[in-house]
């Protein structure tokens, strides 16, 4: 082989070096957190009493992972463009106090249409608890056991 | 006095109490970093804020993980480089509406504001001081703000080879939808 040969296969395998990682490293695409599988399954009220008795240890314990929560929503809140199933416990500061899970955009479209919750738990993302709500996001439904 | 006209006499004392208090829990902060190489943007509509107008105090309650990123890899080390979100969960404004005697509060219209407090990011608390304004309308207050932060001044270390690509000052928007609380 030339070595011109040898100066293509170097141009072409670090030009494939570089695609790749913009692609999977730099351009790496969000989860898609419908598909994600739960790290934790519990109810709604023991989630939001784990954070209320110990902050510090269930964020370690929860914040960043998936969790799917049981329960019957309080009710479903629907500001601009977010949709939110509301778990209350407790009355604070902010007026209501307890878990809010805020539905990914086409899941909140579907409960806006009249999709039932009954019958599905939701899983969300958990981004922590303010000291006054314990936060999900990105939630979806998730047939109950 | 008897017990019941005495609790007739307060009862609207407890309805101003409570009608002094405005919240959101779906307030949204933007930031947003421009340099020549890039810029970036995030955004968080997870913002809890408490305003009374009764004594001007306003507090805003903030998750870091809420943040949402253009992209993936932005967001992780937003979360786990630079914010240490999982040793460090939240950030706070605890402040007062320094002119907010001066702000018709009952009446629809536009107002002007300045804002002092305490603003805590990544541990470290500074006090600040900045303009912003409220759209009164109805039971519903909207208050906005625009302002820059330095990362450096809240202990956040930039380096290595995004440091070209992160502003030094960081421009942080407020858009919050204060309801009465009922």
Do not use: W
Request: glycine content about 6%.
């Amino acid at each position: 082989m030339k070595r011109i040969h040898y100066i293509v296969i170097f141009i072409l395998l670090v030009a494939t070096g570089f695609f790749l990682a913009y692609e999977f490293v730099y351009n790496k695409k969000h989860p898609d957190f419908k598909e994600l599988e739960a790290n934790y399954k519990l109810s709604a009220e023991q989630l939001y009493t784990e954070f209320t008795s110990d902050n510090e240890a269930s964020s370690l314990k929860y914040n960043g992972k998936m969790i799917v929560v049981s329960g019957t929503p309080t009710r479903i809140d629907i500001e601009d463009t977010l949709t939110i199933a509301v778990f209350v416990f407790n009355e604070g500061m902010f007026g209501d106090e307890g878990v809010r899970c805020t539905f990914l955009t086409s899941v909140g479209h579907d409960i806006q249409e009249g999709a039932s919750l009954k019958g599905f738990d939701i899983k969300g993302y958990c981004s922590g608890y303010n000291d006054v709500d314990v936060v999900l996001e990105k939630c979806s439904f998730e047939k109950s056991n | 006095m008897k017990k019941t006209t005495l609790l007739i006499l307060l009862i609207p004392f407890f309805q101003i109490a409570s009608a002094q208090k405005y919240v959101t829990k779906n307030g949204h902060i933007k930031f947003y970093s421009e340099t020549p190489m890039e810029n970036i943007e995030a955004n968080n509509n997870q913002v809890n804020s408490a305003f009374d107008i009764s004594t001007g105090d306003f507090v805003f309650k903030v998750l870091i993980k809420s943040f949402e990123f253009p992209k993936a890899l932005m967001q992780e080390h937003f979360n786990e480089n630079y914010m240490e979100s999982d040793k460090i969960p939240t950030a706070t404004f605890t402040g007062t509406v320094l002119n907010f005697e001066g702000i018709d509060f009952l009446n629809d219209g536009t107002y002007d504001a300045m804002v002092k407090g305490k603003l805590s990011i990544h541990g470290v608390t500074k006090e600040v001081e900045h303009a912003g304004s409220f759209v009164i309308k109805g039971d519903a207050i909207n208050a906005k703000a625009v302002f820059n932060v330095k990362p450096a001044d809240y202990n956040i270390k930039i380096g290595g080879s995004v440091a070209d690509k992160i502003a030094k000052e960081i421009e942080v928007s407020v858009d919050v939808n204060l309801i009465k609380l009922k």
